[in-house]
């Protein structure tokens, strides 16, 4: 009697821990869509990579096939197509009396044309139920979107949210037991590692390059995009490789392609992918909350190179240099000032300006942060409760047409009397001026260069970053007239937008 009771006793527990599991495993496929009310609908499954012993290349004796292949049928092709207006080219032609005697007043229609451009790119399956991750900029504005896979089965795709400023888009088709990438961790990457990359360069199929990983936690500055933490490699990525897989010896997807630097439009091994860790961040926060909620600081911070770390009094380069405090922001509140220099968050050193941006978008409001900031060469600790990136003063900043055309890559800071002394111009000058320009934009094709300083804009006086953004708000698609004082002399130029 007694072990038939034990044995009872023991299935009602396992029934019970069964319903825990199952009940727990239900709540967490509850989740909250863009644009829905709370449903049923099951929280994205992630295949995700365990810790993996290191491969040795002995295993591949000849070649990598086993590690690409399995991989090539979960790199799709996409193609968008968006319809854009174009104004007539020839206004008042038809009233030119010439013409009105073949054509009366029965004059042709002058409105706005419109016109479909269409779009190449790749993406990748992270779901079997048709979740796809691409760059933003390749379904940017698209009004239809089409996924064809490797064995050509084609799909109309919906955009389930779209960050630009990571160029991350999550797509759906209507699907399901597709294969997909299992996701490992970039964050283990090292320089050196083969990597390969695979995509749909030119929509002639899929196609696999292999190369090493370049560099880590590159960023360029904003000249690509806003948060910027790329994987560099020279694994070669041609167009139509936007939104195609980065993988390492395992297979795991570590990298979403998105860009290549390169002086002639075609690969010459400089290539970067957005790190998975931080795709997966995006993609995830798309789907839950229809948007990225970002942490928000408060600062215009710039890199300390060797000279600039002379300047302040560090013995050496790295760190954050903050150029401005927005008022009334999290920075403020905590007392950081312009001229501070962040070196550490939360104990781990600061290497640059791209690598504390990326880190503060990734957490969440609310949370406390430890800063190590140098000061008139004393080091002192700061603690700053983040606020929650605000999307109007992103706006307002960006320059909404303005900035993002005539000026696009010029980055800008306050011109201080110590960056005056540094510039060889009096301390009482004012201005702001240009801590980083993108060598290809129109700005540094005009004769604007790193160092000059903007003291006028469209004959609108420029004392600071406020006035800069105020000058250029509404430039639109129109050149901008600038005074620029290149070394105290100062000069015009005109930008055209490219």
Known sequence: MSTRRNKGFEWAVICFVGLLVLGGLVRARVVRLPGSDVMGAEMVPLKIAGEAPPVSLADFKNGFATVIDPDLPLVVNISSTKVVKQQNNFPGFFNDPFFRQFFGNQTPQQGPQTEREYSLGSGVIVNPEGYILT????????????????????????????????????????????????????????????????????????????????????????????????????????????????????GNLIGINTAILSGGGGNEGIGFAIPIDMARNVMQQIIEHGKVIRGYLGVTIQGVDPDMAKAFGLTHGGGALVGDVSPGSPAAKAGLQR???????????????????????????????????????????????????????EAAQSGAGGIAAALKGVQVQNLTPDLASQLGLPASETGVVVTDIDPSSAAAEAGIQRGDVIQEINHRPVRNVEQYQQALSGAGNQSVLVLVNSGGTTHYVVVEPQ
């Open 135 to 250: 760059n933003n900029h390749v379904v940017a504005g698209a009004s239809d979107v089409e996924v064809v896979t490797q064995e050509k089965k084609k799909f109309k795709a919906k955009v389930v949210g779209t960050d630009p400023r990571t160029d991350i888009a999550v797509l759906k088709i209507e699907a399901s037991g597709l294969p997909s990438f299992t996701l490992g961790d970039s964050s283990r990457l090292k320089v050196g590692d083969i990597v390969f990359a695979i995509g749909d360069p030119f929509g002639i199929g899929e196609t696999a390059t292999m190369g090493l990983v370049s560099a880590t936690g590159r960023g360029l500055g904003g000249a690509i995009e806003h948060y910027e933490n790329f994987i560099q490699t020279d694994a070669a990525i041609n167009p139509g490789n936007s939104g195609g897989a980065l993988i390492d010896l395992h």
């Open 339 to 393: 001229g501070d220099i962040i070196l550490e968050l939360d104990g781990q050193p600061v290497n640059n300006q791209d690598d504390l941006s990326v880190r503060i978008s990734e957490m969440a409001p609310g949370t406390v942060v430890h800063l190590k900031v140098f000061r008139a060469g004393a080091t002192i600790d700061k603690d700053v409760t983040l606020a929650e990136y605000p999307e109007k003063a």
